[in-house]
């Protein structure tokens, strides 16, 4: 079982940056993809972003597109979202989680994900 932890969310206004870091206690970071997952009140959990286990592919969706990046560093056994451009919609709680298959399908389901953290609040205000 992976720990995920993150960290990063805030308050922030609209048109601002927020960093999310997901820190893995796992010994086999590199070979888990990675996602981010967001839940805003009231709406079920949507896929944000997802990168395969050395980075080299990268998965958004549609909306998050040229606004959001995701990316790891592995020997730091941490997966990252830059959140720019960010509107008073993105506020939700964002979870991290990681899968130990190469997904290059499902990437986007919840199910195709075994390990989740506990989630980080980002609120951007209008």
């Known amino acids: 079982q992976v720990q995920l932890v993150e960290s990063g969310g805030g308050l922030v206004q609209a048109g601002g940056s927020l960093r999310l870091s997901c820190a893995a206690s796992v010994r086999t970071f590199s070979r888990y993809t990675m996602g981010w997952f967001r839940q805003a009140p009231g709406k079920e959990r949507e896929f944000v972003a997802a990168?395969?286990?050395?980075?080299?592919?990268?998965y958004y969706a549609d909306a998050m597109k040229g606004r959001f990046t995701i990316s790891r560093d592995n020997a730091k056994n941490t997966v990252y979202l830059q959140m720019n451009s960010l509107k008073p919609e993105d506020t939700a709680v964002y979870y991290c989680a990681a899968s130990p298959e190469y997904l290059s399908r499902n990437y986007y389901r919840e199910g195709s994900y075994g390990d989740w953290g506990q989630g980080t609040q980002v609120t951007v205000s209008s």
């Open positions: 990168i395969s286990w050395s980075g080299g592919t990268l």
